[in-house]
T-cell receptor, first 113, second 112 residues
Framework: KAGVTQTPRYLIKTRGQQVTLSCSPI?????VSWYQQTPGQGLQFLFE???????NKGNFPGRFSGRQFSNSRSEMNVSTLELGDSALYLC????????????FGQGTRLTVV | GESVGLHLPTLSVQEGDNSIINCAYS??????FIWYKQESGKGPQFIID?????DKRQGQRVTVLLNKTVKHLSLQIAATQPGDSAVYFC???????????FGTGTKLQVIP
C-alpha cells in the first residue's frame, strides 16, 4: 500500500510569507502528527490530529497551525515565516492516536530566505 | 525541562562488527522508548520499541537494552552492514503515549 505522502518535497519562501504543507496519510490511518526537524534542535513534535480534531500540541508559537480533513489528509500552515523556520517538516500517520506504530513521510524541506 | 540525549554524534564501525548506540533520558515517568533509523533524504523509520517495564527486547539483528536505574537506553546492531549507515535516534514517550521527546541522533558510518 502507498506510504505517507508529503507535498511539496522542497520549498523556498521569503521571510514574512506564509506556507502550507500537505500530508496524505496511509489509507485507513486516522491520526496525523507533524514534526519539525533541524540540525540544532533535532526532531520536535508540533501537533497531532485525530479524526479532524487536534488532540495534542507541542511547544510552538501560534504561527504554526494545522488542520485535518474528513479524508484524514492534513495540512499545516506557518504564517509570518522567520529564518529559523527553515527545517525539514515531517508528518507521520497511524491508525490510533499517538506515535505508536506511526509511519513517517519523507518530509518537506522548507528554506526561508 | 526533560530531555533525551545521545552520547556520541558519530560512530564508525567496521562491516560485520556489532554496533552499540547509546541514549540517555531524564524523564522517569516514560511509558516506553522507540529507536528510529533515518537515512539521508528519508523520514524516520521505526526499528524497535521497548516498554518501561522491560529491560531487554530483541528484533531482527537488533537488541534494545533499558537501564532505568541510570536512565540509559542502548541499541545494539549485530553484524553491521553498509545498509545500516544512517542516523539513529531514540524517542521517549510519556503521558499515556501523548508526549514524545526525541534525541538529536547518532550518525552510524559503516566502513566496508
Amino acid at each position: 500500500k502507498a506510504g505517507v505522502t508529503q507535498t511539496p518535497r522542497y520549498l523556498i519562501k521569503t521571510r514574512g510569507q506564509q506556507v502550507t504543507l500537505s500530508c496524505s496519510p496511509i489509507s485507513g490511518h486516522r491520526s496525523v502528527s507533524w514534526y519539525q526537524q533541524t540540525p540544532g534542535q533535532g526532531l520536535q513534535f508540533l501537533f497531532e490530529y485525530f479524526s479532524e480534531t487536534q488532540r495534542n500540541k507541542g511547544n510552538f508559537p501560534g504561527r504554526f497551525s494545522g488542520r485535518q480533513f474528513s479524508n484524514s489528509r492534513s495540512e499545516m500552515n506557518v504564517s509570518t515565516l522567520e529564518l529559523g523556520d527553515s527545517a525539514l517538516y515531517l508528518c507521520a500517520s497511524s491508525y490510533g492516536q499517538g506515535i505508536t506504530e506511526a509511519f513517517f513521510g519523507q518530509g518537506t524541506r522548507l528554506t526561508v530566505v | 525541562g526533560e530531555s533525551v540525549g545521545l552520547h556520541l554524534p558519530t560512530l564508525s564501525v567496521q562491516e560485520g562488527d556489532n554496533s552499540i548506540i547509546n541514549c540517555a533520558y531524564s524523564n522517569s515517568a516514560s511509558d516506553y522508548f522507540i529507536w528510529y533509523k533515518q537515512e539521508s533524504g528519508k523520514g524516520p523509520q521505526f526499528i524497535i520499541d521497548i516498554r518501561s517495564n522491560m529491560d531487554k527486547r530483541q528484533g531482527q539483528r537488533v537488541t534494545v537494552l533499558l537501564n532505568k536505574t541510570v536512565k540509559h537506553l542502548s541499541l545494539q546492531i549485530a553484524a553491521t552492514q553498509p545498509g545500516d549507515s544512517a542516523v539513529y535516534f531514540c524517542a521517549d514517550v510519556s503521558g499515556g503515549y501523548q508526549k514524545v521527546t526525541f534525541g538529536t541522533g547518532t550518525k552510524l558510518q559503516v566502513i566496508p
